[in-house]
């Protein structure tokens, strides 16, 4: 564990807090040279309502995860991932690990384990570096 890996980590779960999503709120931070470069929470794209399950409590198919948000906004951003850590409040999913390891992230950092593990697999089989800090 690296210094700074708590406090990311923490800031992760305040910047979850602005998930409109009931299910569950994640949030997620890029860092690179110990500056975050990126933020992002679950939750539907620009433009549409803030409102992440149908009427049945399911999820919305186009519900953006964290990573996948921070992911992309650095992209608009012009700004490059490579070579940065990830803090996300809860592990990557399979979809949020094939970004990860594209955008050229070296380090994820997570708190909270997903039961289905193979996001988290499929990182660790690309040589990213993976630890869970509770």
């Known amino acids: 564990m690296e210094k700074f890996d708590r406090p990311y980590l923490e800031m992760a779960s305040v910047w ?3 998930s409109y999503c009931k299910r569950r709120q994640v949030g997620a931070l890029l860092v690179k040279d110990r500056m975050i470069i990126s933020d992002g929470y679950n939750g539907t794209p620009s433009g549409f309502e803030n409102v992440c399950e149908d009427e049945n409590g ?3 198919p186009y519900v953006l995860h964290a990573e996948a948000n921070a ?3 650095v992209a608009k951003s012009g700004n490059s991932s490579a070579g940065s850590t990830l803090y996300v409040t809860a592990s990557p999913c399979l979809e949020c690990a094939k970004l990860i390891i594209q ?3 070296k ?5 909270d384990e997903y039961r ?3 996001g988290i697999d499929l990182l660790r089989r690309a040589g990213i570096e993976v630890e869970q800090v509770e």
Not at 107 to 111: D, F, I, N, Q, W
């Open 16 to 18: 979850a807090r602005n």
């Open 58 to 60: 399911v999820t919305k």
């Open 71 to 73: 992911i992309s906004k």
């Open 103 to 105: 955008a050229g992230i």
């Open 107 to 111: 380090r994820v950092v997570y708190r």
């Open 116 to 118: 289905i593990t193979d």
